[in-house]
């Protein structure tokens, strides 16, 4: 059975960090993409950065390039998503998801068929 379990969000100023983990199991970690999603209340759930392992091939959305970085410890079928420099509208349900062979583009939630309960990251102002 896959499973993806996110853990590290919460509260925090604008200007701060939280790191988010992904932990997968039921599947290849290195057969698949695996990508972290956003839906904030009255909005449509967006992309935000995907990675596959095998080749370290990376993609982020332009509203976040320069402040997440995206990482993966392969021994630990874990990836993690480094926020910096957070502002109020990073405000959003953070979904981890997994199930596309690469990292597509333009990251939609098409490909990706297995996702996590999601956590939530509020920032302040």
């Known amino acids: 059975e896959v499973q993806l379990v996110e853990s590290g969000g919460g509260l925090v100023q604008a200007g701060g960090s939280l790191r988010l983990s992904c932990a997968a199991s039921?599947?290849?970690?290195?057969?698949?993409?695996i990508a972290w999603f956003r839906q904030a209340p009255g909005k449509e759930r967006e992309g935000v950065s995907c990675i596959r392992s095998s080749d370290e091939s990376i993609s982020y959305a332009d509203s976040v390039k320069g402040r997440f970085t995206i990482s993966s410890d392969n021994a630990k079928n874990t990836v993690y998503l480094q926020m910096n420099s957070l502002k109020p509208e990073d405000t959003a349900v953070y979904y981890c998801s997994a199930g596309a062979l690469w990292c597509p583009v333009t990251l939609t939630t098409g490909p990706f068929g297995a996702w996590g309960q999601g956590t939530q990251v509020t920032v302040s102002s």
């Open positions: 039921g599947f290849t970690f290195d057969d698949y993409a």
